[in-house]
Every structure is written in structure tokens, then in C-alpha cells.
């Protein structure tokens, strides 16, 4: 697996942790562990994102990324279907 798959991994794994995190919180709103560990999960995940895109570029392309341009630029990156670079 190359770096760019185990960075990818880390940030949907981080994603995933993030929302279970959230769900909890919906039913646990006033537990002060889990809203520090969210806090910590978002940290991690912001800085493997902006690591990720020193690294690889844009994690996630918006429709910002095409303002002022003659294009639509996000169509022209593969699709997550379209690449195998990650399949175990």
C-alpha cells in the first residue's frame, strides 16, 4: 500500500471516528471526555488533511476550486471509482 493510500486510510478512519463521536454526543451532550475527544479527533483530522495536501494536493475538491476559471476543474480528477491505487 503506497503512503498516499495509508494517509487516505488515516482521514476516513478519522471520519468515521468522528461521526460515531457526533452520534454520541447526540445522546451524551454534556460528557466533558467525549467532547475532548472529539475536539482531538478534529485536530488529527485537519492536520492529516493538510499534511495529505502538501503531500498528494486537494483532498476535497469544491465548486470554490473552479471560481474565476474557464472551467470546471473537478471533473477533470478521477472519480473514486476510477482508481485502483488504493484497492486492498
Known sequence: MTDKC?????????????????L???????NRKALNLINDLRRKREMAVMTYEKMYG???VTTHDSVGTDNWEWI??????ETKECEM
Do not use: G
Open 58 to 60: 486537494k483532498y476535497i
Open 76 to 81: 477533470n480528477s478521477p472519480w473514486p471509482w
Open 6 to 22: 495509508k494517509m487516505l486510510r488515516m482521514i476516513h478512519a478519522l471520519d468515521f471516528s468522528i461521526k460515531e463521536m457526533e
Open 24 to 30: 454520541y454526543l447526540d445522546v451524551h451532550p454534556t
